[in-house]
């Protein structure tokens, strides 16, 4: 079982509150990434880090913000929630040096911005 | 660059039915190849996975083969049950550990008693 973090599971803002998602793992991992899934399920990297004081930018746009200050977390930040906002977000993780790399998600977190 | 294909759904199967899920995909060199499983309402797990050429994945009933020869992982159950329905998503690894993963578009499979 993945030991990977993410709160609160479930949210339901007004339009221009800021919000802050949760991220934290206890695997030691370097590596984490934020996914944006929407409601037809593909899922979309928008933010990864390598490791501490990296940040970048993934494939699809976002007008999210994160921070890596210590390693076990990866928060993401929205300044001003808009309705276009509202998705599931889901957070991972992966030892890119271990024997297989593979990735371990949290149990997301539904965004519904009103 | 990288790219994974994957059938549409939804598929819908009775129970113990068999499971046939396609997936194709591009890269360059030899990657790694996932399939991740999504239940309602929770985050992807990993249901199997493949690291090389002939590999063959298995878990929980589920199987899938690397052929690199045909660039494919489909994934298939010989009888499936009502908890099996989820959402799959086949997945690869570049073969540089620090690449990121690409992930195809998700079937979901419902299974009916």
Redesign the interface.
Known sequence: E?DIY?TPRYLVIGTGKKITLECSQTMGHD?M?WYQQDP????H?IH?S?GVNSTEK?DLSSESTVSRIRTEHFPLTLESARPSHTSQY?C?SSD??GS?????????SRLTVL | GNSVTQMEGPVTLSEEAFLTINCTYTATGYP?L?W?V?YPG?????LL?A?KADDKGSNKGFEATYRKETTSFHLEKGSVQVSDSA?Y?C?L?GYN??Q??V?G??T?LSVLP
């Open positions: 993945a993410q590596k990434y037809g399920m593909e899922l990297l990864y390598y993934g889901l991972a890119p040096s297989t790399g593979e990735l371990f998600f949290g149990e997301g | 790694s996932f991740y999504q929770e985050g992807l797990q990993l996975k690291t959402v998503f997945a690894r550990y620090g990121n993963f992930f578009p998700g979901r």
